[in-house]
T-cell receptor
């Protein structure tokens, strides 16, 4: 357990509405990530952060934005949700110890866009 | 660019039989390799990792994987399957110094009683 929580855990929203998902960590890790998981695609990186106010895009960033104003919180926003964004969203942190680079994952948020 | 291919989206084995889940990677430089397991309705849990030390890596729950550079493979094995091993397994690759993990599409393991 790397002290990662995600909220909400489940959400149903309507097409066109904004949605914000929150990832919170308690161990001051520098790197944080947002992934989406879809059947047949594994996990795909949406955005990641390498420090407060420092973020970069992943492979499926269109339609998503992120913010990191504090080390412990990484927010993912869907500005105008679409049905194609129905997915399970996972937050992760990267271990800072040594040079292992492994990532640890939160429990996920299941988002349904109707 | 880095990529990983998992052969077989579904694998079924009998309880007590050998588990073999296949992963091949593509990387122009020596990679870091990982196996993760995901139980239903849960997040991903790290099983084991290869970071250029020993080529045979032992992980949790009796799993191990062998890095074979000549075959660009990192297959996951377990000598004797348990019912509790039923889950989805993901292979992932990272080039050292790159912040990003690239995941395979996953293999769902079913254990037959």
């Amino acid at each position: 357990d790397a002290g990662i929580t995600q909220s909400p855990r489940h959400k149903v929203t309507e097409t066109g509405t904004p949605v914000t998902l929150r990832c919170h960590q308690t161990e001051n890790h520098r790197y944080m990530y947002w992934y989406r998981q879809d059947p047949g695609h594994g996990l795909r990186l949406i955005h990641y952060s390498y420090g407060v106010k420092d973020t970069d895009k992943g492979e499926v960033s269109d339609g998503y934005s992120v913010s990191r104003s504090k080390t412990e919180d990484f927010l993912l926003t869907l500005e105008s949700a679409t049905s194609s964004q129905t997915s399970v969203y996972f937050c992760a942190i990267r271990a800072d110890r040594g040079s292992s680079y492994e990532q640890y994952f939160g429990p996920g948020t299941r988002l349904t866009v109707t | 660019a880095q990529s990983v291919t998992q052969l077989g989206s579904h694998v079924s084995v009998s309880e007590g039989a050998l588990v073999l889940l296949r992963c091949n990677y593509s990387s122009s430089v020596p990679p870091y390799l990982f196996w993760y397991v995901q139980y239903p309705n849960q997040g991903l849990q790290l099983l084991l990792k290869y970071t250029s030390a020993a080529t045979l890596v032992k992980g949790i729950n009796g799993f191990e994987a062998e890095f074979k550079k000549s075959e660009t493979s990192f297959h996951l094995t377990k000598p004797s399957a348990h019912m509790s091993d039923a889950a989805e397994y993901f292979c992932a690759v990272m080039i050292g110094g790159n912040e990003k993990l690239t995941f395979g599409t996953g293999t769902r393991l079913t254990i037959i009683p």
